[in-house]
């Protein structure tokens, strides 16, 4: 009878035991997971950031640029009203949905600057106008990169936070999806003809 309730004992601790390991593996498997996701969150606004600085450099530049164009082209004033006003929306822009859309507005209006340029051939060999295409390209260039490191950081966030049982945490932390950086106009989707 002694032996009996040994064992009883014995097998009752050993239980007790594994179901506390049970929970000690769930408890820190479930904070390395929110840990992860909020690695994977600040990484996501440090990439969208890094956007958000060049997007600044972009729309600093663009009235400098539209103040060239204006001295050659008095009768395109719509044209650059348009890339004024788009300009002004994107720097006042505040959550990153808009700050996208507003993006690609911008990116629109400077195809246009692009086009006036074309009709005037004194302004595309004028020095100033050469100097700031040139730095709005190298920032278009920086900000296609940023844009696909952002995006690789979001595919990584919103795949993660939709894998069970990952999902259990993100949704304990009320983490939404994030926004990808991508192509809203159909314009900006067609195809470019290059006739000569």
Excluded at 1 to 20: F, K, Y
Aim: glycine share 4%; net charge positive; proline share 2%.
């Amino acid at each position: 009878m002694n032996l009996l309730l040994n064992t009883g004992v014995i097998v009752g601790i050993a239980i007790g035991a594994v179901c506390a390991l049970i929970i000690i593996i769930l408890l820190c498997w479930g904070v390395g997971a929110r840990n992860n996701f909020v690695r994977m969150k600040n990484g996501c606004e440090e990439a969208f950031s890094t956007i958000d600085i060049y997007l600044k450099k972009r729309y600093d530049l663009i009235p400098n640029l539209v103040e060239t164009v204006k001295g050659y082209a008095k009768h395109e004033s719509e044209t650059l009203e348009r890339v004024v006003a788009a300009r002004n929306r994107a720097a006042t822009a505040s959550t990153t949905a808009e700050k996208i859309e507003a993006d690609a507005n911008v990116s629109n209006a400077i195809k246009s600057i692009n086009m006036v340029a074309e009709k005037y051939p004194d302004l595309k060999a004028n020095t100033n106008f050469l100097d700031l295409m040139n730095q709005l390209k190298s920032i278009e260039t920086t900000l296609a990169d940023q844009r696909r490191y952002y995006n690789g950081t979001v595919k990584k966030f919103n795949t993660e936070k939709d894998i069970f049982p990952k999902s259990i945490i993100a949704s304990m932390m009320h983490l939404e999806k994030m926004p990808y950086f991508q192509l809203d106009s159909e314009e900006e989707r067609k195809n470019v003809q290059v006739k000569f």
